[in-house]
Structure formats: structure tokens, C-alpha cells
């Protein structure tokens, strides 16, 4: 089945038009069954091509998703497909939120929500905490890092 300039049926659902990108028909058939099962393997063996192997078709897949072209069309797909099995980022913190404000809920599952939603709105600060000391000379930057080995 080819596909159509203004969407057809494939496996069962509705697909957008193909747009003006540099993919081919094979490549167009190989981002709509990644975007349909989100593994690499699949989506190279269901689009029609022929791998000799497992392994080639896990080396080829993956290199069919380095293609600028094919991401490009991936991520079109997947904006205007939506996947209504996952939740995007306001509806985790809708339920997240949810979880937090409902009194029935165990107290430790409410911190976690909590800390999750903290973590989401990047609220905490990473630190990293270095030991020995940094010594400046005018054209480089020297670490003794204490172990005394030299290079």
C-alpha cells in the first residue's frame, strides 16, 4: 500500500499525508511503525526491507533513525498522531498534583509525588562536591586531584 498525499489507512489507523521531506516511500513506512510500536527492529522489518539477520536489522533500524530526514518525519508523526497511551508532561503533573492533594493517600506516596514534581520543575540544585586543589598558571588550568601521580 502506498502512501497517500492526503492519509490513508495503515494498520488499522488513520496517517497523516506524507509531507514534502526528503524520505522515500520505505523510509515514510519505517517512522510510521516506529512512531505505531517505538522499536527500531520492528519498524525496519515491517516497512518492507529484507535484513538478512537480526543483528542487521537492529544495526540498520538504528541507522535509519541517525537520518536527520527520518527524525524530522518521526517527530512531525508523532506531534500530529499523539499517542493517547502516554501522558505528556501537564497531564503527569495533573495526576502527580492529584496524588499530592488527596488526603486518602499514604503520606509516603505524597512526598514522592511531591518530590517528582519538584525534580519535573527542575526546583532542585545538583551539587557536586570536589575535593584537592586547582592551581591557575597563565595559559592552562591546572586539577591536583591529591593522588600525586604524575603524567
Not at 495503515?10 to 520505505?26: D, I, K, Q, Y
Request: net charge positive; with cysteine; hydrophobic share 35%.
Amino acid at each position: 500500500m502506498g502512501v497517500a498525499e492526503t492519509g490513508s489507512a495503515f494498520s488499522g489507523a488513520w496517517v497523516p499525508r506524507r509531507e514534502a521531506l526528503s524520505v522515500t516511500e520505505r523510509q515514510e513506512k519505517f517512522c510510521l511503525e516506529m512512531v505505531r510500536c517505538g522499536n527500531a527492529t520492528e519498524a525496519y522489518k515491517a516497512a518492507g526491507y529484507k535484513p538478512k539477520s537480526r543483528h542487521a536489522a537492529e544495526a540498520l533500524g538504528s541507522r535509519l533513525l541517525r537520518n536527520d530526514e527520518v527524525n524530522e518525519r518521526i517527530a512531525k508523526l508523532r506531534q500530529q498522531m499523539g499517542n493517547p497511551k502516554i501522558m505528556d508532561a501537564e497531564e503527569r503533573r495533573v495526576r502527580l498534583s492529584e496524588i499530592a492533594k488527596n488526603r486518602a493517600t499514604k503520606d509516603e506516596n505524597v512526598i514522592k509525588a511531591i518530590d517528582t514534581l519538584n525534580k519535573m520543575d527542575c526546583l532542585y540544585v545538583q551539587k557536586t562536591q570536589l575535593s584537592g586543589s586547582v592551581q591557575t598558571v597563565p595559559d592552562r588550568l591546572v586539577i591536583d586531584y591529591g593522588d600525586n601521580a604524575e603524567d
